[in-house]
């Protein structure tokens, strides 16, 4: 697979999901529900990262592309769910109708429910794996799942119970609900081959890099129309973001700082190959 | 523990479940809304039968208890979310408020979702079992979890899509929604200790009981009003079951079959002590 860059990949990792989804056994209306909100859209950035990490430490592209199809489910499972009428009401995702207003709301959450637990049956089913190995992935999934959660109802109480936050309840809020499955998609290769330790560190820096990544995404949402993004931008209006308590300038630089140090410990660590290919979809991580 | 029966059981295990809550980190909103759905009422009847076969493979109370508390989140969980506006839209359960009307929608959804996944990271962390052995039960919890979501997703598009179904889609339906979950009652204690061929036969014995127990409660939904029951009976008034096919008499005698096959299969498997507590609670079964 010609890994150069991410427009390419995603090329090549729809082409797995979409056949995923047609070998899979699953009843027809959670298939059809689930598979429209995973396949419609998205930079496939988790699996991006699984993939050119996964190379560095020699795990197969199979393997790779099947715990990115897990890591992808999972993130579009969060958005089905945070899109509903009772959290975000949102009607439009990535440029389409969201998941509950075109199959209805019961077979959103259904959706959603099943889309949460299918990732961990995705790496239960991991055949080349070390049963240790295994185990511990099968762990990190579960946790970052719980941290996601967690952080998605922080996100939800601090818009809508009118509650003081400082900056720190802001970024550990980003960690939780956007870094926990960065870090995830950072580490995970790192688990499947039991490379524990730097995996953990790994986890850390895409921790950091999710929280970068939900910066910029604050600041676009700030700076853009609803039909640039194929989103509903105005519904976040009373969330809670760095621009409550900063300006845009400054929230641009805290940004810009979580992105170098992901950066600069990705270098530390030599991997300089992934460090070239991150730098040069940075200009997307800006205006997705 | 005194295990006789089921009442003694039931207080004995809500004290543990209660210090799980208690002593378990996790975001204060998500577990004041699940421990909330969890701890008020339910007969443990799931926990129950894990306990008293636990027993017969001399599986530790402690062990037992921890997997008795992983079912019941996942159970009530998944009485969260059926209690939805988009689902059954259910006011009251088990006599109290239901989650979202309790705690708002929002609230409920992320509760639901978080107690999906909590279990699996209880019977991660269970200490005292070979990695082979929680392997495997961590893979029945996960397709267990999976098959409930699928045969929620019939029941509701047979209350909801006009569709023609059969005797036997409904009994599908029964075993996927209800049976399920009974079926990973029934075999866990076995998967715990490696008796997995015992364990795969279980799982099956614990799906017919769920057919049976689903069933009956149709049944009871007929009969009583919404003031005995405690919750909102009416509101399954399109629901499809059994008695949309045959009358009251005849779906007693499907109930009785399946529950006299429960009986003998356990009796052929020696379970004898089982059956006999089995026995002793069928009236709470045809009336709870």
Redesign the interface.
Known sequence: MDDNNLDEFKKEFDKHLIKFFEEIE??E??KEALSYSVRSGGKRLRPWFIYNFGKEVRVSDEELIKVGIAIEILHSSSLI?DD????DNAHYRRGVLTN?IRF????A??A???G???P??IV?ELNNLK??N??VL??YF??D??KM??G???D??FE?EDIEVEIEDILDMYAKKTGAIFGLSFSAPFFMVGENLLGERMHEIGIDFGIAFQIFDDLKDRLKSQEELGKDTRKDINKKTLLNKLNFKEVKIVADNYYEKVIKDLNQKSYSAVVKKLLGIRNILESR
């Open positions: 699953m009843e209306s959670l769910h509903l009428p009772a959290l509950h209805g709301e019961h077979k959450i259904l959603g429910d099943y949460f637990i299918l961990l049956k239960m049963i240790e295994k185990m099968t762990k579960i946790e799942t719980l959660f967690e998605e109802m922080k939800l109480i809508k």
